[in-house]
């Protein structure tokens, strides 16, 4: 397929090529044209208009050109060495090798018959090689009748289907390009939905597993903060019992002193009246 596609484009180059030669052949016949001057009033004449710049070939483009060019080179090679070549120019017609396989206008040459329209302007523009004969008087193109409709039937019925073929490729092509892209960004929007679900997840993982330290050492704390409530109380109330306890005995032994010394103030009171009675 890439090879047909490059001997079309050859094909192509080669018809772009004939058609600016008739337009220079046209060009000679033309009068030359006569440069506008100022008038008598000296009113400028107006400018003519600039031709339009050329288009610059793309480096894509020239390297389909060139690799077209080798190809077309290859096929008449691999004519000539399979003895399909007979011809009066040098180079051999692209065109009848393209077209019908062959080339054989050296012989429609010497029968002076009608060529190719390649055959006839590469004798013209001095690329003929057959020797002893007078162009001039006897290379013709074909007459539409007699080969040259044929030829451009054959012609619009290879390249046309050709070129359709290629245009055909390259939708293909650049749909399954569109289409490989699509599903590139579909997996990495896939892959990026599953992350983000993911980098969610790991959040909240995280987050509950902080709750949960939070709460743990949270409990912890309430539960240290009851035990020293509850050591704190226990404490103050030892603290209260033994001071009680305390207070109790210092009750019991301020009562058995007063009992004591009422005791004996009484057996004093005693002694003094039996002492007032022996008197």
Request: glycine letters at 4%; a neutral charge.
């Amino acid at each position: 397929m890439r090879r047909i596609v490059t001997i079309a484009l050859s094909l192509g180059t080669f018809l772009s090529l004939s058609a600016a030669w008739a337009q220079d052949e046209k060009k000679k016949d033309e009068p030359p044209k006569i440069e506008a001057k100022a008038d008598d009033k000296g009113n400028e004449a107006k400018p003519e208009a600039q031709a339009p710049v050329e288009p610059t070939i793309p480096p894509e483009v020239q390297a389909k050109i060139d690799a077209a060019r080798r190809a077309v080179a290859e096929a008449i090679v691999a004519a000539q060495d399979a003895g399909l070549v007979q011809t009066s120019i040098d180079p051999p017609p692209i065109l009848d090798i393209l077209i019908y396989g062959r080339a054989n206008d050296e012989v429609a040459v010497k029968g002076k018959k009608g060529v190719s329209p390649e055959v006839m302007t590469a004798w013209f523009t001095g690329y003929g090689r057959t020797k002893d004969v007078d162009f001039e008087k006897t290379v013709r193109i074909y007459q539409p009748s007699k080969g040259l409709k044929d030829l451009h039937d054959k012609r619009a019925e290879i390249f046309t289907a050709q070129i359709n073929a290629v245009r055909q490729a390259r939708a293909e092509t650049i749909k399954a390009e569109a289409d490989k892209k699509a599903a590139e960004k579909a997996e990495a929007d896939k892959k990026a939905a599953e992350k983000a679900e993911a980098d969610k997840k790991a959040e909240a993982d995280k987050k509950a597993a902080e709750k949960a330290e939070a709460d743990k050492k949270a409990a912890e704390k309430a539960e240290a903060d009851k035990k020293a409530e509850a050591d704190k109380k226990a404490a103050e109330k030892a603290e209260a019992d033994k001071k009680a306890e305390a207070d109790k005995k210092a009750e019991a032994d301020k009562k058995a002193e007063a009992d004591k010394k009422a005791e004996a103030d009484k057996k004093a009171e005693a002694e003094k009246k039996a002492a007032e009675k022996g008197e």
